[in-house]
């Protein structure tokens, strides 16, 4: 159940601002570089990783989504959006389909939510569009995207990245992209415990390391118990 609760606090109140779309921002690479600090890149990737871990097995998030579902709000007067602070647009008008297992069998990723985070991750730590970078031998006939263009695109990018991107980080995306090399005989496994093991953990790491930065204070607190603990999602 869904129900409107009016803001108690001025500063928790959205009236008089101005969004801002993913898509917008990294469509202007001088407009992101100056947007997005590498402290706010790193915020925003453990809140995006967060948002797929607890919603992608449900209606809120479409397989599909990406940067033109993601946007920010950005103050009277200030300059620039708040990069760390994301929200999505969400459309329950138009319900997803069910995968048929037989078709999955043929699919290029098994989880294209996830594959849909790691092009993300690429996107925002990179400031990039990832349909810049296709290239001829992506497309079909030089010229049309098909359901593996993105993921080519992807690991290509990655392997560039290698030796500059952080490691804890490049694990996150490596896992996004071949979740089913990573995640191989681990099917019957919970959800939730795999991703944060095998990306939200690491982006978290970073985050804390880098930047001194604890998912608590993203409010995250209590959701995941330490590692020692090993007890994934409570």
């Known amino acids: 159940m869904l129900w409107q609760q009016r803001a108690k606090r001025p500063d928790s109140q959205i009236r008089h601002q101005l969004d801002a779309s993913l898509m917008s921002l990294l469509g202007d690479a001088e407009c992101w570089k100056e947007s997005s600090k590498p402290r706010d890149r790193s915020i925003l990737a453990v809140r995006l990783a967060h948002a797929v871990m607890h ?3 449900g209606p809120w998030l479409r397989t599909d989504f990406d940067k033109k579902q993601i946007f920010f709000f950005r103050e009277h ?10 929200l999505f647009a969400l459309d329950f008008t138009h319900p997803q389909t069910t995968v048929d297992e037989d078709d999955n069998l043929f699919s290029v990723h098994s989880n294209p939510t996830i594959l849909s985070l790691g092009i993300l991750l690429l996107e925002i730590n990179d400031g990039i569009k990832i349909e810049d970078h296709w290239a001829p031998e992506d ?19 990655l392997k560039k990245l290698d030796g500059k991107l952080v490691i804890r980080s490049q694990k996150a995306v490596r896992a996004c992209l071949e979740w089913d090399r990573f995640n191989d005989g681990r099917e019957d496994e919970d959800f939730v415990k795999r991703m944060y093991e095998l990306i939200v953990e690491p982006l978290e790491d970073v985050l804390q390391h880098s930047w001194d930065v604890t998912p608590g204070q993203l409010g995250f607190d209590g959701i995941h118990t330490s590692r020692e603990a090993g007890s994934g999602a409570t």
């Open 77 to 86: 007067g200030a300059q620039h959006p708040d990069v760390g602070r994301p």
């Open 139 to 157: 497309l079909i006939d030089g010229l049309i995207p098909n359901e593996s263009t993105n993921l080519t695109t992807a690991l290509r990018l």
């Open 55 to 57: 919603c992608s097995e």
